[in-house]
């Protein structure tokens, strides 16, 4: 069983910054890549950013430059931080992994629980 923890969101004021973290744990073999994804009300969840096992980042446009993704590999970790932020930025932040849980176990997605983020202008 793999479980993903999220914590860090909460409430902030446009410009502001917050910091999340995401640890994966339980039956893990091989973790590969891990990301944030965000759900606003009313519309289709979306990358925020991704990170792979060999450190190869992607960001959506519109957080390039304001957000930096980075992973712990020994706490199979992985962290958001979110600077300048902006109204547009609140949303519900999901963690995602992929990752294979046995030596012959197919990798696929484990999902956390996800976390609000609400930035007041």
């Known amino acids: 069983q793999v479980q993903l923890v999220e914590s860090g969101g909460g409430l902030v004021q446009a410009g502001g910054s917050l910091r999340l973290s995401c640890a994966a744990s339980g039956s893990i073999y091989r973790l590969n890549a891990m990301g944030w994804y965000r759900q606003a009300p009313g519309k289709q969840r979306e990358l925020v950013a991704r990170i792979t096992s060999g450190d190869t980042i992607a960001y959506a446009p519109s957080v390039r430059g304001r957000f930096t993704i980075s992973r712990d590999n020994a706490k199979n970790t992985v962290y958001l931080q979110m600077n300048s932020l902006k109204p547009e930025d609140t949303a519900v932040y999901y963690c995602?992994?992929?990752?294979?849980?046995?030596?012959?176990?197919?990798?696929?997605?484990?999902w956390g629980q996800g976390t609000q983020v609400t930035v007041s202008s």
């Open positions: 995602n992994a992929d990752l294979s849980t046995g030596q012959y176990s197919p990798f696929r997605d484990y």
